[in-house]
């Protein structure tokens, strides 16, 4: 895939090393002296610049990109990256980091498709391996105030050889199905998780941040 990491911080670093192994990554930071040290330091094509500003987009090569990751520090500049990557270029996948919870609900009213609201859950995403693509695609349903979202259990999940009644979740949340080498199974109070298994879970959006960090587990933030 051909894609986009706009912001060089720890996220966007570690994001753009760690998805560059399979995929085209370009990453666009502001910061002329941060620019030019990834430059450097990475294998990837490093641009300069304001990734809000949509001439600088084309030249990242924004038409042809899959995936656009918007993760700076202002929730303001990655709301309206991710835009401009829906509305303009008809990006197929936004990500974008959500600095300030109180904003996530925003994120996917104005159509971002997957905003996440802590560095920590981004980071042990990447840090667990969890695919790319499952990553994106979390968010795979939106309704109203409720959201469906799925995610592979990482190796270091808390809930891993737990059953679900042995599991706290976030008021109004519930796991509705656990696909497991290709079987859909409907999660019982005594059904215990394992490494690898596909969780489906429903839940409200406001709730989402917590629900990752329930299921995939939670780093340091740096």
């Keep these: 895939m051909n894609i986009i990491v706009v912001g060089g911080g720890n996220v966007g670093r570690n994001l753009a090393e760690k998805i560059s192994v399979h995929n085209y990554v370009t990453l666009i930071e502001k910061d002329p002296d941060t620019s030019e040290r990834l430059a450097c330091q990475m294998n990837i094509l490093v641009i300069q610049g304001d990734g809000c500003d949509i001439e600088l987009l084309k030249q990242a090569g924004i038409a042809k990109a899959d995936v656009v990751a918007a993760v ?8 309206v990256i991710c835009q401009i990557a829906k509305d303009i270029f008809h990006v197929k996948r936004s990500v974008a980091k ?58 270091s999940s808390p809930v891993i050889n737990s059953s679900i009644n042995e599991i706290t979740l976030p008021e109004d949340s519930v796991l509705v199905a656990i696909i497991r080498n290709g079987e859909i199974m409907i999660p019982k109070a005594n059904s215990v998780l394992k490494e690898k298994d596909e969780v489906i879970a429903i839940t409200k959006v406001e709730n989402e941040s917590q629900l990752f960090k329930s299921l995939i587990g939670e780093v340091d933030e740096k």
Excluded: C, H, M
């Design 72 to 79: 700076t520090g202002s929730d303001v500049d990655n709301l």
């Design 98 to 155: 959500v600095n300030d919870p109180k904003n996530e609900k925003i994120f996917y009213q104005l159509g971002v498709d997957v905003a996440i609201g802590s560095t920590a859950i981004i980071a042990k995403v990447i840090e667990d391996e969890v695919s790319w693509e499952d990553f994106i695609t979390l968010f795979t349903f939106k309704r109203g105030n409720l959201s469906i979202i799925r995610v592979d259990l990482p190796e």
